[in-house]
């Protein structure tokens, strides 16, 4: 049966659970209940954003019959714990970036999503965004010629206090799954083919988890791209897409909203704009209700292509979280 609207649970009610709890309330909507580890902050969201039900365990969230769709924003190392219940229990699942810790997880919970007929998406904003969505389309039109490299930069500074999540290795951190992973899915989203080879280099945290990162992808199609990542220092967050006949920045990219094509024959420049960053998570919840009801673009196979590459280079690198042990 097809809804226009279904019931949201949160499971998780951190920075990015508000931006989804508001991103409803923009829409006259809101979250229908939470669960969270600690009920008290659970109970402390649900009186922010006027939520009737939270439950006292987690796990009570997989068993109520009136939730639909379940969005998991706990950190990663966590998720496939999560997607297991969640998904044998047959409910729909947005699930944060990064969507598990390796491919075996991955698949493992696209498996489980096949069997139980339901809908499993990576909460990844740039493939909803509307700037996206239009610009391949776009892109041919302008008759740029064929994509011959891609340059993508991500700098984040974050204070090196090393438990938090972002160096905290019992919490799946480091550079490459927090921010990587949009720089790697914006690559995919505009490669005709997931890159093949892949070349990097890393400087660790003190906790041995990536705190810089460098890459170069090539695929089969001969396009390339290099990236790089800080987790103490901020550089632009810029994706620039180059074309034989000119190139396309996208600043601020993870919820891009305007890019910038210089036509490099004459120099001369043209802005594009689609969609707005602020309705980012509001895309994101319009996309997967659509999935929900059979019109699903949400790309796992991206995600399934952008697990494959972090997984293989974590592997090259020598990282292996607890879990993985
Ligand atoms: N797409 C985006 O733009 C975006 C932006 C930010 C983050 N994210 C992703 O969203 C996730 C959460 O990030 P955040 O910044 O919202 O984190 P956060 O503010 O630290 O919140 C983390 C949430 O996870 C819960 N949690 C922590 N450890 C847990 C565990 N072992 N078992 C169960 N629950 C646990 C916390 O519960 P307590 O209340 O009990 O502490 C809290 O509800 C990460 O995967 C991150 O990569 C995405």
Same mark, same amino acid.
């Given at each position: ?97 990064? $969507? ?218 020598? $990282? ?6």
């Amino acid at each position: 049966m097809t809804k226009e609207h279904y019931n949201w649970a949160t499971l998780g009610t951190g920075v990015i659970a508000n931006e989804l709890a508001q991103a409803l309330q923009s829409q006259g909507r809101r979250i229908y209940s939470v669960a969270n580890r600690t009920h008290e902050k659970g109970l402390a969201f649900a009186q922010k954003y006027g939520i009737d039900k939270v439950y006292d365990k987690i796990d009570d969230v997989f068993d109520d019959p009136d939730v639909d769709i379940i969005y998991i924003s706990t950190p990663h190392n966590t998720h496939i714990n999560f997607l297991r219940k969640a998904l044998a229990a047959g409910k729909h699942v947005l699930c944060e970036k990064s $969507i598990t810790l390796n491919s075996d997880e991955l698949d493992e919970a696209i498996q489980l999503a096949q069997e139980n007929n339901v809908v499993l998406a990576e909460a990844m904003t740039l493939f909803h965004m509307p700037l996206y969505r239009q610009l391949p389309a776009l892109i041919d039109s302008r008759e740029l010629g064929p994509l011959k490299m891609i340059q993508m930069n991500f700098g984040s500074y974050k204070e090196y206090d090393m438990t938090n999540r972002f160096f905290s290795r019992s919490l799946a951190g480091g550079a490459l799954l927090d921010i990587g992973v949009y720089a790697l899915s914006f690559i995919r989203w505009f490669m005709s083919e997931s890159p093949s080879q892949i070349l990097s280099q890393i400087k660790l945290a003190p906790t041995g988890v990536d705190e810089q990162v460098g890459m170069l992808l090539t695929n089969a199609a001969g396009e390339m791209a290099t990236v790089t990542l800080s987790l103490h220092a901020k550089q632009p967050k810029r994706g620039t897409l180059i074309y034989e006949k000119g190139y396309i920045e996208i600043f601020d990219y993870p919820r891009g909203e305007k890019a910038t094509i210089t036509y490099t024959e004459d120099g001369h420049q043209e802005t594009i704009e689609y969609g707005q960053t602020a309705k980012a998570l509001s895309y994101e919840i319009n996309d997967m209700e659509k999935a929900v009801n059979g019109n699903n673009t949400m790309h796992i196979d991206y995600s399934k292509d952008v697990m494959d590459i972090m997984t293989a280079v974590r592997k090259e690198w020598g $990282i292996i979280y607890p879990e993985e042990e």
